[in-house]
């Protein structure tokens, strides 16, 4: 890197109107070689013309939920990125967007800002995290692709998301050092003095032509449920604090600072369910109840659930006035833009209009700059993904696994229980049945017949979760799966079936729907949530309520990830460093062949009054 972020934070308050302000936060000068000519009339400044307002515009853009794409790249399928809808991903597309409105407006009225979610999600990034790490001491520690390009695209602030702490605090640092621009987090703090462990905001300075420049205050807010679902890595650590009480905190500490106008990058969605349940004290998706109650916000950028919003206005109740809030689609999808029309009179600034809009990548080419820079990085993963592990007798799809026991999920359920019986062999626990929870994550996943390369594996198992050993009983897991079946509708006998109608209700993701391999049951989705397991068995015979089973289940479910009943609770008896995508790699490498016969049981079923729904 050329440039490290230490060292733009020096540059930064060396050239800004003000240095570094109290808890963190930075004072920066727009860029002097994207400054517009001023108009003759604003080249006057404000002598003479105290009192008559003058009208200025500029634009905020945004994204969020990168999750490591900078290419239109499916490393899982090794091919450009393709969807039913036409969407393209990546920061290259959105490059070209950013460009497109800086060129429309002006460089010298924009700006760029993340809310999070960025160094998580492709094997670009999973590369550059544990393969060759830029979390190593030395002189060679490698560019991390997501840095080279938000570098080269002149972000000027990012908030963290929940994903930035799953491979750990160092990692997370290590990408921060690389950044020429401030990573903020006003509510990440340091356990052992809750003192803020990045910058909370950010303050830009834009000159608009008028006798004052405009300073934007940009508030960097993430996920209180870090604190639950990377417990492994920020425990003892890191505290993450409700986002409501810190915006509460800071928004007064950034206007008392300069700030004319106030824009709050948020990990957070707007306004839904938690899925931590009452394990936290502070909401999951806070972003609305903050527009509504913490006063001076202008607008928000929204992150975390990976949907579309164009525009959601939302009234203070303190102040009466409209909360601006956007979501750009993941991934580089989408691109938001908050438009701004500012009034400068008297000798200070006021906002007079925001709106928000979102610009589609799938209209633009990629910028050839962005996907120069990261070529190299690209040839080394795609390399990485198409390893050769082993073979597969039949193909195994996904597709019908949310709604019929399939062999796909199975083999997930099977490496995992094969790992925690190896693991527990010759223990106090080894004599325990050993069961194993898996969830559908990627509705796309395929293991084609004969080759199997590593992104197989890896697009089956597409999140960094490592594997533990928990011990419920007989009741318990009857409880767990009938949380779980909240995942579908309601669903009388004799209505009728459709397929994509049926999941998601409450709200529940894919991701958030678990089967429990080693058991059989049926699902009767003719009755309401909390009475629908029937038929419940373990090798043949009704399952005994006080029976003691050993569960494999993934990190984030056993910290409480999803909310499921019993399971954060239950005692520990084993945990892996490793994730599981790398024990199915090495599983597959071990057997050699992949053969349904060894591991499929076919298990469970959806039911209605008895009678199979497929």
């Known amino acids: 890197m050329s440039l490290n972020r230490r060292d733009f934070v020096a540059r930064s308050a060396a050239t800004a109107a003000g240095a570094a302000l109290a808890g963190g936060a930075v004072v920066a000068a727009a860029p002097a070689a994207a400054a517009a000519e001023p108009n003759t009339a604003a080249a006057k400044g404000d002598k003479g013309n105290k009192g008559k307002p003058r009208r ?21 399928t090794d091919a450009e990125y393709v969807d039913k809808a036409h969407n393209a991903v990546g920061l290259a597309k959105i490059s ?13 009225r924009c700006l760029l800002v993340d809310s999070g979610d960025i160094i998580q999600g492709t094997q670009l990034s999973y590369y550059f995290a544990r393969i060759e790490p830029i979390a190593t001491d030395g002189d060679n520690v490698p560019d991390h692709p997501m840095a080279v390009a938000m570098n080269l695209m002149e972000y000027d602030a990012a908030a963290l998301g929940n994903h930035e702490f799953n491979y750990g605090i160092p990692t997370t640092k290590a990408f921060e050092d690389q950044l020429e621009f401030p990573l903020l987090g ?27 420049p405009l ?63 009452d394990q936290l004290p502070w909401p999951e998706d806070a972003s609305g109840e903050m527009a509504a109650t913490v ?44 438009d ?43 390399a ?7 073979t597969s007798k039949i193909e195994l799809s996904i597709a019908d696994a949310r709604f019929k026991a399939t062999p796909i999920i199975d083999l997930i359920g099977k490496v995992q229980a094969d790992a925690v019986k190896d693991a527990l062999a010759g223990g106090q626990y080894a004599n325990l049945p050993v069961l194993a929870q898996a969830a559908p994550f990627n509705r796309t996943a395929l293991i084609p017949s004969g080759q199997v390369k590593l992104r197989d594996a890896a697009g089956l198992y597409i999140y960094e979760n490592t594997l533990e050993a928990r011990i419920l009983t007989g009741a318990q897991l009857k409880d767990y799966l009938e949380f779980s079946a909240k995942y579908y509708y309601q669903l009388a006998p004799g209505a009728a079936v459709d397929k994509d109608a049926m999941t998601g209700a409450e709200s529940t993701p894919d991701y958030n729907y678990d089967s429990v391999y080693g058991l059989s049951y049926d699902i009767d989705i003719a009755q309401p949530k909390g009475q629908r397991i029937l038929n419940l068995t373990f090798q043949g015979k009704p399952i005994d309520p006080a029976a003691q089973f050993v569960l494999a289940v993934n990190n984030y479910r056993a910290n409480g990830g999803g909310n499921f009943p019993h399971v954060a609770n239950a005692k520990l008896v084993w945990s892996n460093s490793d994730e599981i995508r790398n024990t199915m790699i090495a599983w597959v490498k071990a057997k050699g062949v992949i053969d349904p016969a060894d591991f499929f049981t076919n298990s469970w079923r959806l039911v209605r009054a008895g009678q199979p729904v497929f």
């Not at 205050?217 to 009480?245: C, H, Q, R, Y």
């Not at 500012?342 to 990629?366: I, Y």
């Not at 990485?384 to 082993?390: A, E, K, L, S, T």
Request: aromatic share 8%; charged share 20%.
């Open 56 to 76: 200025q515009s500029f634009t905020v853009m945004g994204t969020t939920d990168l999750h490591g794409r900078v290419l239109n790249w499916d490393y899982f």
């Open 215 to 277: 300073k934007v205050g940009i508030l960097g807010l993430t996920n209180p449920g870090i604190a639950i679902w990377d417990k492994a890595n920020v425990s003892g650590k890191m505290v993450f604090p409700g986002i409501v009480e810190t915006a509460a905190k800071y928004v007064p500490r950034m206007k008392a600072a300069g700030a004319d106008v106030i824009f709050v990058s948020a990990h957070s969605g707007i306004d839904e369910p938690t899925t931590y349940g």
């Open 96 to 108: 070209t967007l950013a460009n497109q409105v800086r060129e429309e407006k002006g460089w010298d």
């Open 295 to 338: 006063p001076d916000i202008d607008a928000v950028l929204v992150g975390h659930t990976h949907k579309e919003v164009p525009q959601r206005l939302i009234v203070n109740k303190k102040t009466g006035r409209t909360v601006v809030l956007s979501e750009p689609l993941c991934w580089g999808q989408r691109l938001s833009c908050f």
């Open 384 to 390: 990485y993904v198409n390893q050769n592990i082993g």
């Open 340 to 382: 701004f029309e500012v009034e400068f009179a008297d000798g200070a600034w006021k906002v007079v209009s925001v709106s928000s809009r979102v610009l589609n990548s799938n209209t633009v080419p990629e910028n050839p700059e962005i996907a120069n820079a990261i070529t190299e990085q690209h040839k080394k993963v795609v």
């Open 186 to 212: 006003a509510n990440a703090l340091h356990a052992k003095n809750e003192k803020p462990a990045f910058p909370p905001f950010v303050i830009k300075e834009l000159h608009l032509g008028e006798g004052k």
